[in-house]
């Protein structure tokens, strides 16, 4: 078995990867999918995050409201720190269990990669896999990505972008990196060939 952290900035394209190793067979954990589903309504962590924020952050049907406890977090650094305090160890515990039902399930060569949006922020460390795949594209473009694909103003993409790492401290923690700033031909072929050093890795 292999375990894989992949990561990689807001904009990188780090889903569409994802997207395509669980095509070609991984075991993929969506970190993201676990910040989801750990305060979702009448969550533990809906709450804390509610007694933390104010009732400003909820919905009237008692979900969170995104947008205004984003408008919160990526405008103060402490806010951000507030949240992931409450987040993060919620997120971590999520990603354990899924990783153990994957572990019984999977045969001793599978490849399991932890998509991590914020492995080099400190949700899990590089220490915590076998190897580190980080997604990198340039900053600009990272930029154009958020403004016209997800329609952020340039000032909401940077905050974003200002809230993570940065590209260099990615780099950093990186045993492979994906070059995602060509077209999805390109990213398809480099995604293949990582796939098979990954089996290679896993198999021996």
């Keep these: 078995m292999l375990r894989v952290g992949l990561t990689g900035g ?9 997207k395509r190793l669980a095509g070609l067979g991984a075991v993929v954990i969506d ?14 962590g809906l709450a804390m995050i509610a007694d933390a924020f104010g009732a400003g952050v909820l919905r009237d049907d008692g979900s969170l409201d995104r947008a205004a406890l984003a408008a919160i977090v990526f ?8 949240l992931n305090s409450i987040t993060h160890p919620l997120i971590r515990e999520w990603v354990s ?14 490849v399991i990669v932890h998509d991590v949006p914020l492995l080099a922020e400190g949700l899990r460390t590089s220490s915590d ?30 905050a974003r972008m200002a809230a993570q790492a940065s590209r260099e401290q990615r780099l950093a923690i990186a045993d492979m990196v994906i070059d995602n700033a060509g077209t999805l031909a390109d990213l398809d072929k480099r995604v293949t060939e990582i796939w098979a050093q990954l089996r290679d890795r896993a198999a021996t």
């Design 75 to 82: 405008a103060d650094p402490e806010s951000l720190a507030r």
């Design 97 to 110: 269990d899924r990783e153990a039902n994957a572990l019984r399930a999977a045969g001793p060569g599978a």
């Design 10 to 18: 807001i904009g990188s394209g780090k889903s569409e990867v994802s």
């Design 129 to 158: 896999f076998d190897m580190v795949i980080v997604v990198d594209v340039p900053a600009e473009l990272q930029l154009e990505r958020l403004t016209g694909q997800r329609g952020m103003t340039a000032e909401q993409a940077a």
């Design 31 to 44: 970190a993201d999918r676990g910040a989801r589903e750990v305060v979702e309504a009448g969550t533990p």
